[in-house]
């Protein structure tokens, strides 16, 4: 079990715990101006609801201090996250769209749907990473693709990670559920076997386009949700770091 991730490829980012298919780190990627986002300080995952507790610990004892559900209301109700009611961990539900399925449409129409219409939302992510006792976290929802992947972009983009670097990252959730071909301690969970993910960086990339085009960048978008240019700098800076020469 890798908890230790030290390089940027999937499988040094994947952290191998059970109770997960697609919990990775997203440091280590080029940020602009000589800089590079932190390890150990930003984590993206599938739902939580099934962490034993050696995962648990495993987790608090690389630091985690906040964990960020962005799955509707009923999904968390029919499977809390085991860190709900945690001493150790701030639980916060964030749900990233409303308690009803997305219309019929490809992925790619459904991010930019997400950019458009749930901007206060994504603004409230950015907050509650923030806070005093915001980091490191880790921002998941059912599959950690779709919500989780838009939410992560939004913020990657708006720390300087490049576009190609975010829909790579955005890809990587098809390496990582077959990285794991069963996962019996899920038990009857639909991701303990084998998982096949419809999200090809392309959809990412189209997004992300799309985000500079019509909101001009994340931090634009940001900034209209009532964020301070001193916030988003604070940000820039709890989730980068200068690049040792």
Do not use: K
């Amino acid at each position: 079990m890798s908890i230790h991730p030290i390089g940027p490829d999937a499988a040094d980012r994947h952290l191998r715990l059970p109770g997960t298919r697609n919990l990775r780190d997203v440091g280590g990627y080029p940020a602009g101006n000589g800089r590079r986002t932190r390890w150990r300080t930003l984590y993206r995952t599938d739902a939580l609801d099934r962490l034993p507790s050696s995962s648990q610990v495993a987790l608090i004892d690389l630091g985690l201090r906040q964990v960020i559900d962005l799955r509707w209301p009923n999904e968390i109700a029919e499977a809390p996250s085991v860190f709900g009611r945690s001493g150790h961990v701030h639980y916060r539900s964030i749900p990233l769209l409303d308690n009803a399925p997305a219309p019929p449409a490809g992925p790619a129409a459904v991010y930019r749907r997400i950019l458009d219409t749930r901007t206060q939302v994504l603004a409230a992510v950015v907050l509650a990473l923030l806070r005093p006792d915001g980091l490191p976290a880790v921002i998941g929802c059912m599959a950690g693709v779709d919500r989780t992947g838009i939410s992560i972009a939004v913020l990657l983009s708006a720390v300087g990670v490049p576009i190609d670097v975010v829909a790579a990252d955005y890809g990587l959730s098809v390496q990582t559920y077959a990285a794991i071909d069963l996962a019996p301690e899920l038990g009857d969970d639909w991701r303990a076997g084998p998982v096949t993910l419809d999200c090809v960086p392309e959809y990412m990339r189209e997004s992300l386009e799309h985000l500079e085009r019509r909101h001009g960048g994340a931090r634009a978008l940001l900034r209209r949700a009532g964020l301070t240019e001193a916030e988003l700098d604070r940000l820039t800076d709890l989730l980068t770091e200068t690049i040792a020469s």
